[in-house]
């Protein structure tokens, strides 16, 4: 009997050795928005390891046991989608396979995945999740005026656009009817450059500063549409702008614009436009 229980002690601690041995930090990378499918099965640990119809452009670099977490943007409710390869079913799937079971998740978004992964937090939480870091790149969580642009004018003169769905949740309205200070208990790490893309053709249809597709006050996790024309402060603090007031005797007012609680600003770099600022992960 003695020698029984000593055998089932050792068996016991072999497989708890094994399960921590086995034990992973998966980086997981979901995409922005794209007019082509990203989206592959995430059902095994050893899925999701190519970059599908080359979102990244292989610019994923330095790291580990990376994951691509891809969608299609054009299922129904965009960026809230919870169709077969939506973007909220893709997520939940991956999170589901790579940040549990004793493994943890490093998690990492460019522009509208952004909105794709809070909205997640504040919908869902993280009960059972094991998620280390979470860090917005360029997020889009606050929308776009060029969202708004593209559902409000491109699809009224028949553009062909994601228009009634990926850029309808992204649009400012759109990603902004959710409470954004409920993370499910994370704090958000997020990243943002100041440098226009596309000549800066752009740029004349966002509010204050922007990278060309998105204004500061999304860059910034402002808590209110706003012309914001200072750059991100490192860390959580709010924003204080002066601007001319209009009497004689009084040259500057100030204005406060404050931020969403538990997002943290990490990295904020002039050079960066949209486009390179998926590699804020480095």
């Known amino acids: 009997m003695r020698h029984m229980l000593i055998a089932s ?9 094994a399960e921590s041995a086995s034990a992973a930090t998966y980086n997981l990378f979901v995409h922005g928005r794209s ?26 670099t330095g790291l580990t046991n990376v994951r691509y ?35 943890s998740c490093n998690i990492y978004t460019h522009s ?20 280390s870091d979470i860090r917005l790149m360029a997020d889009a ?21 994601l228009g009634g769905n990926l850029d309808e949740s992204v649009s400012t309205g759109g ?13 958000i790490d997020v990243t943002s450059g100041e440098s226009s ?11 204050g500063q922007d990278d060309g597709v998105l204004a500061n006050h999304t860059l ?26 209009g009497f004689m005797w009084l040259s500057t007012c100030y204005k406060t614009y404050y931020r969403w609680s538990n997002h943290y600003t990490v990295l904020m770099r002039s050079s960066s436009t949209h486009g390179t600022s998926k590699t804020h992960y480095r």
């Open 9 to 17: 002690v050792f068996a016991l601690f072999g497989m708890v050795f």
């Open 175 to 187: 990603a902004r009817s959710w409470n954004h200070n409920s993370t499910g208990g994370l704090m």
């Open 141 to 161: 969580s606050g929308g776009s005026e060029l969202a708004d642009f593209s559902t409000s004018y491109l699809a009224w003169l028949g553009f062909d656009t």
């Open 197 to 207: 893309d596309y000549l800066g053709v752009t740029s004349p249809l966002l509010p």
């Open 69 to 103: 977490v891809g969608f299609d943007g054009t299922k129904s409710g965009g960026a809230y989608s919870w169709s077969s390869c939506g973007a909220q079913s893709q997520f939940h799937a991956a999170l589901n396979t790579f940040c549990r079971n004793g493994n």
């Open 112 to 131: 509208t995945g952004g909105l794709v992964a809070a909205y997640y937090l504040y919908a869902n939480g993280t009960s059972g999740l094991s998620i």
């Open 35 to 60: 007019g082509k499918s990203h989206c592959q099965s995430l059902t095994s640990t050893a899925s999701g390891q190519t970059d599908y119809n080359n979102y990244w452009g292989g610019s994923v």
């Open 220 to 245: 910034c996790s402002v808590n209110q549409v706003a012309t914001i024309d200072r750059s991100c402060p490192i860390g959580s603090g709010s924003i204080k702008e002066s601007y001319a007031c």
